[in-house]
């Protein structure tokens, strides 16, 4: 079946500009979670979704982060004001109900200028 | 504070030696742990989990509480496990994945 979809594959945007990045989770997957990666890291943790709620938003670095599930299916992580350290992969994963395997898509590579 | 490290960032082997990953861990509670491997051009996978105890691609992974390890072995590498491996965590009462830096193991024939 589809894994975890996610677009666009790569961004590159100016410093100040806003940017959103896609997620499409597997079907049925009710836990979504969003990571970023920076080069030379493992993935960092920036929030997870369980149906349309943030269950956990402890890992979004500051107010210019936000992220949103209206629909408890497709996610989008929106930054504003980006800044050049903000340049890394974002990574999205999903997960069953009651399941702790998270299966991730190939992530959005994005580059602030 | 780094919560998994994995204190190889590259590591090469010789086709049919064995391979040990190595990952430690601080956490005074009851962890999951994971291995999940990012092979080129590919998206990042799990390769097995603690509890399941299984034998992935011949892999395994023993979690040693006394020791807060969870190191990666496989009796004789293959050239097709070379690949990125990241070592992480789940926290109880947490859903996210805690990851370590990463190792990159090379396969040499």
Known sequence: GAGVSQTPSNKVTEKGKYVELRCDPISGHTALYWYRQSLGQGPEFLIYFQGTGAADDSGLPNDRFFAVRPEGSVSTLKIQRTERGDSAVYLCASSPGGSKTQYFGPGTRLLVL | ?109
């Open chain 2, 1 to 109: 504070a780094q919560r998994v490290t994995q204190p190889e960032k590259l590591l090469s082997v010789f086709k049919g030696a064995p391979v040990e990953l190595k990952c430690n861990y601080s956490y005074s509670g009851s962890p999951e742990l994971f291995w999940y491997v990012q092979y080129s051009r590919q998206r990042l996978q799990l390769l097995l989990r603690h509890i399941s105890r299984e034998s992935i691609k011949g892999f395994t992974a023993d979690l040693n509480k006394g020791e807060t390890s969870f190191h990666l072995k496989k009796p004789f590498a293959q050239e097709e496990d070379s690949a990125m491996y990241y070592c992480a965590l789940i926290e109880g009462g947490s859903e996210k994945l805690v990851f370590g830096k990463g190792t990159k193991l090379t396969v040499n024939p």
